[in-house]
């Protein structure tokens, strides 16, 4: 139940798109169509923003989509904007009602 | 207003217990699973532990498994979490998070409520 692979950063400009992996193993990310992926502001609460790998709550942009492809999930960000710079985290299910997070990603706008 | 309160964090030395608790308002607390998520400051998101509505599922991450309880009363709409022989690096804030539903489902799971958080110092 090690934490999820995630790059440490990534960057961008205004209007590129960027994407995030989530590297995890056959007992985690591989085996559950469970991912999900929470955007982070520092002091504030995480928040939502892609479960069940690709679907979205209500209310967050169409810009942020997932996908998964064997044990790596993918989170990505199209039109970039400044209000994304923010920290990024996935979490999948592990089996036995465990869960785990990724190591976080540090999204910043050029 | 759906909103949770932690409490019950502070100093404790290795080795000794801890309990914290969450009191939940705003929402039917029964109607969902809860988590307890933690977080060194300025380090990443751990999952702690869940359970469900009816507390019939549970789960631990491999770190406390053995050590932490997780244990919710619905007539009080409260969550705790019995931390037992507590390591210096179980130092971290303590969120208390509400589930999106029962826990029937693993979309369930996901946290869509967090408090404020409660901190932990395991120190001598």
């Known amino acids: 139940q090690s934490a999820l692979t995630q790059p440490r950063s990534v960057s961008g400009s205004p209007g590129q798109s960027v994407t995030i992996s989530c590297t995890g193993t056959s007992s985690d990310v591989g085996d559950y169509n469970s991912v999900s992926w929470y955007q982070h502001f520092p002091g504030k609460a995480p928040k939502l923003i892609i479960y069940a790998v690709s679907d979205r709550p209500s209310g967050v942009p169409d810009r942020f989509s997932g996908s998964k492809s064997g044990n790596t999930a993918s989170l990505a960000i199209s039109g970039l904007q400044a209000e994304d710079e923010a920290d990024y985290y996935c979490?999948?299910?592990?089996?036995?009602?465990?869960?785990?997070f990724g190591t976080g990603t540090k999204v910043t706008v050029l | 207003e759906e909103q949770l309160e932690e409490s019950g964090g502070g100093l404790v030395q290795p080795g000794r217990s801890l309990r914290l608790s969450c009191a939940a308002s705003g929402f039917t607390f029964d109607d969902y699973a809860m988590n307890w998520v933690r977080q060194v400051p300025g380090k990443g998101l751990e999952w702690v532990s869940g359970?469900?509505?009816?507390?019939?599922?549970?789960g631990y991450a491999e770190t406390v498994k053995g050590r932490f309880t997780i244990s919710r009363d619905n007539a009080a709409k409260s969550l705790s979490l019995q931390m037992s022989s507590v390591r210096p690096e179980d130092t971290a804030l303590y969120y208390c998070t509400k589930g999106r539903g029962g826990g029937d489902r693993l979309r369930d799971w996901n946290s869509d409520l967090w408090g404020r958080g409660t901190l932990v110092i395991v120190s001598s």
């Open positions: 979490f999948s299910y592990a089996g036995s009602y465990t869960f785990v």
């Open positions: 359970i469900s509505w009816n507390s019939g599922n549970k």
